[in-house]
């Protein structure tokens, strides 16, 4: 069973488009993650969530939005999609949050997002 | 600033020799630092981890080193196989959150 898992793992859109990713895990951790990996795959985060607080990267444009219908589950929504936006995006959890502990993300093998 | 750096963005091995990343970290007050690998396609893979209060650990075939003083992490590869072939990030947590490096590609020859 894949412990963190993405849909959908491409994804082609047109500029201005709206769009979302979903992510599940099912290793019963309580924080998850949303990565955005570059063209030189720098990975970056841009949100850390569990269910008591959303930490967002200032970098991050508000057209992007985690939520969060459970403990298990974190999908993104992307609004108004630019050329910029093209990149891997990755999606993570762990047990614990912050330095409640220090355990490894686990990551899901990422969704490729292509704007044309 | 915090900022996770490699020395090295590409390592080329023979195959059954030991491999050496080396990564520089910023934030003297990380405390807990992770090694990733990801083959093309993946995400990051869990490879081992380190606390700050340890200098060596030890996992199969591979072994992390933390240098406080100079902050500066290490990942071995003993006996380097073609299945290690992929780039390798270190991570340093800082805040809550995992700041990754740059990565290194480690290419392997058979």
């Known amino acids: 069973d894949t412990a963190v898992s993405q849909t959908p793992k491409y994804l082609v859109t047109q500029m201005g488009n709206d769009k979302s990713i979903k992510c599940e895990q099912n290793?019963?951790?309580?924080?998850m993650y949303w990565y955005k990996q570059d063209s030189k795959k720098f990975l970056k985060i841009m949100f850390s969530?569990?269910?008591?607080?959303?930490?967002i990267n200032e970098t991050v444009p508000n057209r992007f939005s985690p939520k969060s219908p459970d403990k298990a589950h974190l999908n993104l929504h992307i609004n108004s999609l630019e050329l910029g936006d093209s990149a891997v995006y990755f999606c993570?959890?762990?047990?614990?949050?912050?330095?409640?502990?220090?355990?490894?993300?686990?990551f899901g093998d990422g969704t490729r997002l292509s704007i044309l | 600033g915090e900022s996770v750096g490699l020395h090295l963005p590409t390592l080329s091995v023979q195959e059954g020799d030991n491999s050496i990343i080396n990564c520089a970290y910023s934030?003297?007050?990380?405390?807990?630092f992770i090694w990733y690998k990801q083959e093309s396609g993946k995400g990051p893979q869990f490879i081992i981890d380190?606390?700050?209060?340890?200098d060596k650990r030890q996992g199969q075939r591979v072994t992390v080193l933390l240098n406080k003083t100079v902050k500066h992490l290490s990942l071995q590869i003993a006996a380097t196989q073609p299945g290690d072939s992929a780039v390798y990030f270190c991570?340093?947590?800082?805040?809550?959150?995992?700041?990754f490096g740059k990565g290194t590609k480690l290419s392997v020859k058979p």
């Open positions: 991570a340093e947590k800082s805040g809550g959150n995992l700041i």
């Open positions: 290793l019963g951790h309580d924080t």
């Open positions: 993570a959890s762990s047990q614990g949050w912050g330095g409640a502990g220090n355990q490894p993300q686990h």
């Open positions: 969530y569990n269910n008591k607080e959303l930490i």
């Open positions: 934030n003297s007050a990380s405390d807990y």
């Open positions: 380190i606390r700050s209060n340890m």
